[in-house]
């Protein structure tokens, strides 16, 4: 079955700066990684999602990009402010079955 | 905005009980998930749901599982002997595409936190 891998675990950075987390899945026919934001008691929330025909997708401050080659994706915040800290937890999925990455906890300081 | 609704948000049950947890889905989907969440650990796949019948399952999902749609609108998972390490954040997930070979955005509920003492 599917393997997701994700880095880092946790992850610190000032307000402003860029944020990156990085995925890796096993499946060759995974065909789409989602990623989504969970905060503290809540269920997790997409935030955004790439299908396996598209190299890059981006949404305001928030982008994804992905290399099927290397079976690896990445979710990047730019301009991160306070609210932005939560878990994010990446997935990939084939055959309609989402496979989760641990989770990144994302504390941006202010 | 429609939303996954989970009852009930927490649950204490002792060890062998049974535990019943509820959801609704957003009213036009297809596909029903249970997806299941250990303290501190990564959201695990437990099992689809699709035409009124279990699509796929993951090895937890064993013997002591089911799941069911009472209705048009319910969709249960039953846990029939809890152990200890049932304990968890049971989420669960309904999406509304047709294809099978696609999988869409998923909506999670807010997750039934279930303590097996």
């Known amino acids: 079955g599917e393997n997701v891998e994700q880095h880092p675990s946790t992850l610190s950075v000032q307000e402003g700066d860029s944020a990156v987390i990085k995925c890796t899945y096993s499946?060759?026919?995974?065909?789409?990684f989602p990623w989504y934001k969970q905060e503290l008691g809540k269920g997790p929330q997409l935030i955004i999602d790439?299908?396996?025909?598209?190299g890059e997708k981006k949404d305001q401050r928030i982008a994804v990009t992905l290399n099927k080659t290397a079976k690896h994706f990445s979710l990047h915040i730019t301009e991160t402010q306070p609210e932005d800290s939560a878990v994010y937890f990446c997935?990939?999925?084939?055959?309609?079955?989402?496979?989760f990455g641990s989770g990144t906890q994302l504390t941006v300081l202010p | 905005e429609p939303e996954v609704t989970q009852t009930p948000s927490h649950q204490v049950t002792q060890m062998g009980q049974e535990v019943i947890l509820r959801c609704v889905p957003i009213?036009?989907?297809?596909?029903f998930y249970w997806y299941r969440q250990i303290l501190g650990q990564k959201v695990e796949f437990l099992v689809s749901?699709?035409?009124?019948?279990?699509?796929?399952k993951s090895e937890i999902f064993d013997d002591q599982f089911s799941v069911e749609r009472p209705d048009g609108s319910n969709f249960t998972l039953k846990i029939r002997s809890t152990k200890l390490e049932d304990s968890a954040m049971y989420f669960c997930?309904?999406?509304?595409?047709?294809?099978?070979?696609?999988?869409?955005?998923?909506?999670f509920g807010e997750g039934s936190r279930l303590t097996v003492l």
């Open positions: 790439i299908r396996s025909n598209v």
């Open positions: 749901f699709y035409n009124n019948e279990i699509s796929e």
């Open positions: 499946d060759s026919a995974s065909n789409y």
């Open positions: 009213s036009n989907h297809l596909y």
């Open positions: 997935a990939a999925s084939s055959a309609r079955q989402l496979t």
């Open positions: 997930a309904s999406s509304g595409l047709r294809r099978l070979r696609d999988t869409g955005e998923l909506f």
